[in-house]
T-cell receptor
Framework: ETGVTQTPRHLVMGMTNKKSLKCEQHLGHNAMYWYKQSAKKPLELMFVYSLEERVENNSVPSRFSPECPNSSHLFLHLHTLQPEDSALYLC?????????????FGPGTRLTVL | TQLLEQSPQFLSIQEGENLTVYCNSSSVFSSLQWYRQEPGEGPVLLVTVVTGGEVKKLKRLTFQFGDARKDSSLHITAAQPGDTGLYLCAGEANFNKFYFGSGTKLNVKP
């Protein structure tokens, strides 16, 4: 499999559940990202990892917890979410954490919080 | 906040028509990217422009970066149903930070 893959593609969870989103990139990239895409709002950058170290955390609530065990995998652990957290969560990767590097996006996980 | 406004928000046209979508800001960007996102997929990079006044062409798509590097436009000639999707612009500022617009949703009817 090539590119950036995300699982699951769809997730419905209650506010008290704990779940995790998984992202895997097969491109040999060093940087990985989590974005949130809500209807009619700009794409919001949540977290940035470079060489498995978190280099950016854009004021994201603690109910979202990222994990990057190696340069190919990125997780987003979720617990006690709110209905307003329902959105499309996109993972991306790039060769390095440079503005000129192309970001390759996965297909996203459509999350619904009841 | 580096706000990028895209217009129009929605555009529905017939196959064969031409169209232009806009990405505007009061901020200066060192580069600007355009993406297309199809339903059920993530955004795919179409082009990056870095020089004020730069024009890039990608088949029927023409991208222009404003002279002051605050705005950009995307012009599609003879639109086709395959052009349907959400067009996003993203500006780079403050070294490696990208700020996305809300997008223009384009529907090209056969």
């Amino acid at each position: 499999e090539t590119g950036v893959t995300q699982t699951p593609r769809h997730l419905v969870m209650g506010m008290t559940n704990k779940k995790s989103l998984k992202c895997e990139q097969h491109l040999g990239h060093n940087a990985m990202y989590w974005y949130k895409q809500s209807a009619k709002k700009p794409l919001e950058l949540m977290f940035v990892y470079s060489l498995e170290e978190r280099v950016e955390n854009n004021s994201v609530p603690s109910r979202f917890s990222p994990e990057c065990p190696n340069s190919s995998h990125l997780f987003l652990h979720l617990h006690t979410l709110q209905p307003e957290d329902s959105a499309l969560y996109l993972c991306a990767s790039s060769q390095d954490r440079l503005g000129t590097d192309t970001q390759y996006f996965g297909p996203g996980t459509r999350l619904t919080v009841l | 906040t580096q706000l990028l406004e895209q217009s129009p928000q929605f555009l529905s046209i017939q196959e064969g028509e031409n169209l232009t979508v806009y990405c505007n800001s009061s901020s200066v960007f060192s580069s600007l990217q355009w993406y297309r996102q199809e339903p059920g997929e993530g955004p795919v990079l179409l082009v990056t422009v870095v020089t004020g006044g730069e024009v890039k062409k990608l088949k029927r798509l023409t991208f222009q970066f404003g002279d002051a590097r605050k705005d950009s436009s995307l012009h599609i000639t003879a639109a086709q149903p395959g052009d349907t999707g959400l067009y996003l612009c993203a500006g780079e500022a403050n070294f490696n930070k990208f700020y996305f617009g809300s997008g223009t949703k384009l529907n090209v009817k056969p």
